[in-house]
Nanobody, 112 residues
Framework: QVQLVESGGGLVQPGESLRLSCAAS????????MRWFRQAPGKVREWVAG????????NYADSVKDRFTISRDNAKNTVYLQMNSLKPEDTAVYYC?????WGPGTQVTISS
């Protein structure tokens, strides 16, 4: 069965960086676009970034453009989200997504 497991979240100060990982299994990972979403307390889940199957095309929400970078390693069935210059408003649970499948999420908290 499809499994997505995020890791790498934590508590950091504004301006710092974090790298999230999502380990995927149960499907042909290298053939599919992968996406990151996030959900802040009291808000709807929002799309953050996407990457095509080969990694040749990436897209970002305006709120994270130029600060976040999505990448993937098809040999490891893993997708990453490098987050730089973090802001308090980036605080959320971050989710990996493939179609109708979601991981359990990883908490990212930005606070001084």
């Amino acid at each position: 069965q499809v499994q997505l497991v995020e890791s790498g979240g934590g508590l950091v100060q504004p301006g710092e960086s974090l790298r999230l990982s999502c380990a995927a299994s149960g499907f042909a990972f290298s053939m599919f676009t992968m996406r990151w979403f996030r959900q802040a307390p009291g808000k709807v889940r929002e799309w953050v970034a996407g990457i095509t199957s080969t990694g040749g095309t990436t897209n970002y929400a305006d709120s994270v453009k130029d600060r976040f970078t999505i990448s993937r390693d098809n040999a490891k069935n893993t997708v990453y989200l490098q987050m730089n210059s973090l802001k308090p408003e980036d605080t959320a649970v971050y989710y990996c997504n493939h179609g109708n499948y979601w991981g359990p999420g990883t908490q990212v908290t930005i606070s001084s």
